[in-house]
């Protein structure tokens, strides 16, 4: 992450010296990668970080008329911000100071997401096109997955990071094309987002270990015969 962070303010100089929204896509790599980083640790500073990176985010994509990337972060991350802030405040993990407890769906809940996920991305996908949205199914599928990654990460839930992992990958996608296309100076978001699929992956690792770690911990304070139990319930869902 420190190279990519090394990489972005290197291009963001090189492409466009002095230009504001070069200056402003670096202050939102930064602060978007420093988040993600507080995220995968399960650290609730990052909701703090993320209110700075979702403003300058929302205003450079206003910019390249990527209206759905707008919404999600103006109208939606950035009270998220404060939700979810709340939210792991209360659900803090009572051995470690600024780490939250992890938990995972059910079998049913999984289910019931990703039919709402596939019929939002097709509806949200139609009103994008009629917006005159350039990379419609592109956007939508960016934004409706991170509506619902986002309220996965503000109640905690593991799944929240195979969400990121397709979002970071359609977003990369997105500003390939727009940068290629338009000539955009705003390399530095280009390498935001690779570097947050890569702390997606690493996101993903972290919480199983975390969920693990606090299980066993639970698990210590049991009984024999509940100790059994949550130790099949631990290896059904991580394995």
Do not use: H
């Not at 100089?13 to 507080?38: E, K, P, R, Y």
């Not at 609730?44 to 206003?62: R, S």
């Not at 969920?211 to 991580?238: G, S």
């Amino acid at each position: 992450t420190l190279t990519a962070t090394i990489v972005a303010i290197w291009l963001g100089v090189q492409w466009g010296a002095g230009d504001w929204n070069t200056a402003l896509s670096i202050i939102t790599c930064l602060t978007g990668l420093w988040c993600v980083i507080l995220v995968a640790k399960g650290r609730i500073f990052n909701y703090y970080v993320g209110i700075i990176n979702v403003v300058g985010y929302a205003y450079i994509a206003y910019g390249y008329q990527l209206y759905g990337e707008v919404m999600l972060n103006a109208g939606y991350f950035l009270p998220m911000q404060f939700v979810g802030l709340y939210i792991w405040m209360k659900n803090k993990d009572p051995d470690v100071v600024d780490k939250v407890k992890i938990e995972f769906l059910s079998t049913w809940q999984r289910v019931i997401w990703f039919f709402v996920s596939l019929i939002a991305i097709m509806a949200y996908a139609n009103v994008l096109r009629d917006m005159g949205d350039p990379l419609p199914w592109l956007d939508s599928t960016s934004t409706v997955l991170s509506i619902i990654a986002m309220i996965l990460m503000a109640w905690r839930f593991m799944e929240q990071w195979v969400l990121w992992i397709i979002v970071d990958v359609a977003s990369i996608a997105i500003w390939w094309i727009v940068i290629g296309e338009n000539g955009g100076r705003d390399v530095a978001l280009l390498v935001m987002w690779s570097a947050y699929l890569i702390n997606a992956i690493y996101g993903f690792i972290m919480w199983i270990k975390m969920y693990r770690e606090q299980q066993d911990e639970f698990i210590r304070n049991l009984t024999p015969y509940t100790k059994k139990k949550a130790n099949e319930k631990l290896a059904k869902l991580v394995k």
